[in-house]
């Protein structure tokens, strides 16, 4: 019984941490979402909430890349960034020493990006985007972009039902 909680302790410690580091990496450079992914993935080893977390955020994510590459401009667009990161990572890593761990991770996320764009990681966004957070297949691909939500008439006099 202790060394089932130790475990989860430890698991819980290291991804709150590991999570941390991505949600800063949000504001700072480096692969953030990338770094949630894998905080998520620690604690969902041993807790059903991070797992359902994960899957949510992994749909999330490549929904939002299958957009971005779905296009031409979108991929121009994910090329140049993509490029200019590792450039402007490896510069930073070549001339300014004490920034080399930031340098490191902007090249990285750039690395990322361009992965998006092979055949194999879009075939997985396909995957991941025609699914949704359980699993399954995603029923709301099918439904129309506008669809009418009915709004309740306004009561004026006073009166609620």
Known sequence: M???NTKRLAVLVLGVA??????AMLALPGPGVLVIVVGLAVLATEF???????????????SAASKVSGSRSGRTALIASGLGMV????????LVGDFRIVGVSVAIAGL??????????QRWLETRTSTNATGTPDSSAAVPAHVPIPVPPLHTNGDHP
């Open 2 to 4: 202790i060394g089932r």
């Open 18 to 23: 590991i999570l941390g580091a991505g949600v």
């Open 48 to 62: 059903a909430w991070a797992e359902r977390a994960l899957d949510r955020t992994t749909a999330t994510a490549a």
């Open 87 to 94: 450039v402007g990572g490896a510069v930073v890593v070549a």
């Open 112 to 121: 990322i990006g361009l992965a998006t764009l092979h055949p194999r990681a």
